[in-house]
């Protein structure tokens, strides 16, 4: 055969198996969002999906020069994407982003362990050890693609390796290709955007994006209004007198099921966190995050700093790194406390270690730590085994202490699972109108947010007693995943899982009753306020917005703004000098963190 | 699931059908259509008729028989997707509403930001 010839039906080859993948991958995609097999095939959305997929397979084709090895091998990567993004919108109801990137980067066993749970390893080890045997088998035996020294091959691979250093480094040929309004973007809807421009061609946008992540515009009106808004009187410290402990206990995603359709009272399951809403201040608070992300509202309970203010930010102690995030912790460090994080899970979770450090805690306590006897119940550490280590550190403490606690017992799935005391969750009393996997899914997560509950009404028992000051925040961080339950029952007021709340407590010495609706990071300046340490000037602009944000909607919006451009001021450690400029330098701004 | 739907109605079922097919240009975000169905070949019982946004969970929306019409409410927008299912939960028919390109409504979405 004629050189010629043979060159065009291997590049004929390539084109048709690209051609392929791509509506391949289409389909796959639109699978993983339950919509019809091929909307929008053939849209400007459906190529730029396309891009990366044959851009994959063109790479693979260089690399290996076995033409069925790199459409398998490019095959199998982009099933495993989606069938994550179907596994993800399943129990997270949010799709793959560009944000999990940053969690493959900081891929520990702890987070695969975790991962794991979520999938049904039975059907998965065959079908893993099959395509691993499909691959063997096509290295060894598939004959070669291009001749030896093809400059076909060499201008191939050195096309495709430009295209994934592009993508790598955000370059702006591809930000003109994958353009918003080309893809059709819709801002802040995911599902949206994948339904026009794919889940491959949202992610390469969003990578190009992903270098202005934390360049969000600071509207300097909104952030001045807010600063003329009258501050709260700060809390006074009589002189000599004792400053509080302070406790922050995050329960691992604890919600009230009362706010179930299918259920009214939830006063025998949970009777600590009534009564302490009965008697403290607290009430409902809205979460950032829905099935997953703790550390979306752990970051903006540390911080103050709402998330809304950086849409491309999905997992901020992945995605913000700098030598000081400002946070409460250091607000209570310069107050004189020692300040202290516990977890009993591996410190690289979610880079916690990491992130507490540039976030200021003394000392960051994970499982390791634990004692050798602490209890488990089902896969994790207990909340009992949490507590003991609070008590412990509280116990041998000779200086006013900050506590924050993350629990973990409660982490999903919530079937399948055997517990430390099977008989006490078999007796759970069934809600109406749940059974079948609903049924054992919400037993299963109720016996765990009892236990929480439990272990509330013993630290609080505890502190108490200690005739020392204190203050108890408790929390839950966001709904857990229990996709059973809320298809069989749903909500009270008939909204979804993402667009309920969670109960929030803060009870201890002096603090008065009032019921508020806050969002997460509102917390920090509640807590501040309860302890009587002087709140920073950023944390009484939050104060000073938390009334005004029960007002009207258009009133809220603009003092969301307001919010988010101070924020943005905060990270970036500029606040103080904006402060100096507005005020006058008269009102130290001690909220420079860099 | 995701093989189950790959592997049935992979490019929409002509036994379900939208009137409008798409939702026109710069009309919207939300409009009425007008549903047909008929799956009699497949199933002589009553069938399950299923509503649902791109990535959420579908809701019920009608138990009916296997052929019939109705008009949705005003709450079809670009992805909403209709899902019919026989009893056994097999899924007879998939349908999505899309929509052509708008360039007014883009620009204010995109300028929300």
């Not at chain 1, 095939?41 to 063109?58: D, E, K, Q, R, T």
């Amino acid at each position: 055969m004629p050189k010629a010839k043979n060159q065009l039906i291997k590049a004929g080859l390539i084109v048709g198996l690209c051609i392929v993948l791509a509506c391949v991958s289409w389909i796959l995609d639109r699978a993983s969002m339950s919509i019809q097999l091929f909307t929008y095939g053939w849209s400007y959305g459906f190529w730029a999906n396309a891009i990366p997929v044959a851009a994959l397979f063109v790479l693979l084709l260089a690399l290996f020069n076995r033409l069925v090895l790199a459409g398998l091998v490019t095959l199998v990567l982009v099933f495993a994407l989606y069938f994550a993004n179907y596994l993800k919108l399943k129990y997270l109801a949010v799709p793959v982003s560009f944000g999990d990137v940053y969690l493959l980067e900081n891929l520990h066993l702890a987070t695969l362990r975790l991962l794991t749970d979520y999938l049904k390893s039975g059907i998965l080890i065959p079908v893993l050890l099959l395509v691993m045997a499909a691959i063997g088998i096509l290295a060894w035996k598939e004959r070669a693609f291009f001749v030896r020294r093809s400059i076909m091959r060499a201008g191939l691979g050195g096309l495709t390796l430009f295209f994934m250093i592009s993508l790598g480094t955000g370059a702006q040929w591809l930000g003109r290709v994958y353009e918003a309004h080309k893809l059709r973007v819709i801002p802040y809807a995911p599902n949206m955007t994948i339904l026009h421009a794919g889940l491959l061609g949202s992610l390469v946008y969003s990578d190009v994006e992903r270098v202005r992540a934390l360049d969000e515009p600071v509207d300097r009106a909104a952030a001045a209004s807010l600063l003329a808004l009258s501050p709260k009187p700060e809390p006074v410290k009589a002189e000599g007198s004792q400053r509080p402990d302070i406790v922050i206990v995050q329960s691992e995603s604890f919600f009230d099921p009362a706010i179930l359709a299918s259920l009214d009272d939830t006063r025998d399951l949970l009777p600590n966190i009534h009564r302490a809403l009965a008697q403290g201040i607290g009430g409902t608070m809205d979460p950032p995050t829905f099935g997953g992300g703790t550390l979306r509202t752990e970051f903006e309970v540390l911080t103050g700093i709402p998330l809304a203010a950086y849409p491309q930010v999905e997992f901020p102690y992945l995605q913000i790194s700098q030598k000081k995030i400002p946070s409460i912790i250091q607000v209570a460090d310069r107050a004189g406390y020692a300040t202290i994080a516990i977890h009993g899970n591996s410190g690289t979770f979610w880079n916690r270690s990491k992130a507490f450090q540039e976030i200021g805690f003394g000392q960051f306590l994970t499982k390791d730590d634990f004692s050798d006897d602490a209890p488990l119940d089902g896969t994790y550490l207990s909340d009992t085994a949490m507590t003991d280590e609070i008590i412990r550190k509280l116990s041998t403490a000779h200086a006013p202490t900050l506590i924050f606690a993350i629990s973990i017992e409660a982490h999903g799935p919530y079937w399948g699972k055997s517990v430390a005391d099977p008989a006490r969750r078999a007796a759970i009393p069934a809600p109406q109108g749940l059974h079948d996997e609903a049924l054992q899914e919400y037993r299963s997560y109720a016996y765990h947010i009892r236990n929480a509950d439990q272990q509330l009404g013993r630290l609080w028992q505890f502190l108490a007693a200690r005739h020392r000051p204190y203050v108890l925040m408790f929390y839950g961080d966001h709904l857990p995943s229990l996709p059973h339950v809320y298809k069989q029952s749903g909500f009270d007021n008939g909204q979804s899982g993402p667009l309920q709340f969670v109960p929030w407590v803060i009870v201890g010495s002096g603090v008065g009753h009032r019921t508020v609706h806050v969002h997460s990071w509102m917390m920090g300046s509640e807590i501040l306020e309860a302890a009587g340490v002087a709140p920073t000037p950023y944390y009484r602009s939050l104060a000073s917005a938390e009334p005004e944000l029960q007002k009207d909607a258009a009133h809220q919006q603009a003092i969301e703004n307001g919010v988010y451009s101070m924020a943005r001021l905060y990270l970036k450690g500029r606040l103080g000098e904006f402060i100096n400029s507005e005020k006058g330098p008269g009102d130290v701004a001690t909220d420079s963190s860099r | 699931m995701m093989l189950m739907l790959a592997g049935c109605s992979a490019f929409g079922s002509s036994e379900l059908e939208f009137n409008p097919a798409q939702l026109p240009a710069c009309k919207g975000p939300l409009i009425v259509v007008h549903l047909r169905w008929n799956f009699e070949a497949e199933t002589g019982k009553p069938v399950r008729i299923y509503i649902s946004s791109p990535g959420e969970a579908p809701k019920l929306w009608s138990f009916t028989g296997p052929k019939g019409e109705a008009n949705t409410g005003r709450w079809m927008h670009d992805g909403s997707t209709i899902t019919v299912r026989d009893s056994k939960g097999r899924l007879l028919g998939i349908r999505t509403l899309e929509t052509t390109f708008c360039k007014r409504s883009a620009r204010k979405l995109l300028n929300q930001r």
